[in-house]
C-alpha cells in the first residue's frame, strides 16, 4: 500500500484556477496508474483524470480540456491542474493509487481529500 496526502484545495471563482497535488509516501514510478477523483454533496464518488506509469493519461468528458494531471517521479507527486473551473466542480478531491496493472479504479490507496469550492 502507499500513503496519498493531498494539498492545494481551496475557494475560487468560476472562471479560476486551481492546483492540486497529492505526496505520496513510496516512488509512484513503481505505481502502475495515479488518479484524482471527486465528490460532490450528495453524489457519487467519480473518476476525474488517471496517469499511468508511462505517462498516458485519462480524463472524464467533464473536465477534458480543463484538466490536466502529471506526475513528478523525482518528488512521488501527483499533480491536478485546474483551469476554467465551474460550480460543479465544487467537490472534496481524491488522490488515488492503483498499484498493480491487473487491479481495477480505484486502487486501494486513497488521500485523506481536499475541498474545492467554486463560487459563482
Known amino acids: 500500500q502507499v500513503q496519498l496526502v493531498e494539498s492545494g484545495g481551496g475557494l475560487v471563482q468560476a472562471g479560476g484556477s486551481l492546483s492540486l497535488s497529492c505526496a505520496a509516501s513510496?516512488?509512484?514510478?513503481?505505481?502502475?496508474?495515479m488518479g484524482w477523483y471527486r465528490q460532490a454533496p450528495g453524489k457519487q464518488r467519480e473518476l476525474v483524470a488517471t496517469?499511468?506509469?508511462?505517462?498516458?493519461?485519462n480524463y472524464a468528458d467533464s473536465v477534458k480540456g480543463r484538466f490536466t494531471i502529471s506526475r513528478d517521479n523525482a518528488k512521488n507527486t501527483v499533480y491536478l491542474q485546474m483551469n476554467s473551473l465551474k460550480p460543479d466542480d465544487t467537490a472534496v478531491y481524491y488522490c488515488?493509487?492503483?498499484?498493480?496493472?491487473?487491479?481495477?479504479?480505484?486502487?486501494?490507496?486513497w488521500g485523506q481529500g481536499t475541498q474545492v469550492t467554486v463560487s459563482s
Open positions: 496517469i499511468s506509469r508511462r505517462g498516458n493519461t
Open positions: 488515488n493509487a492503483k498499484i498493480y496493472e491487473s487491479s481495477n479504479w480505484p486502487g486501494g490507496s
Open positions: 513510496r516512488t509512484i514510478s513503481s505505481i502502475y496508474a
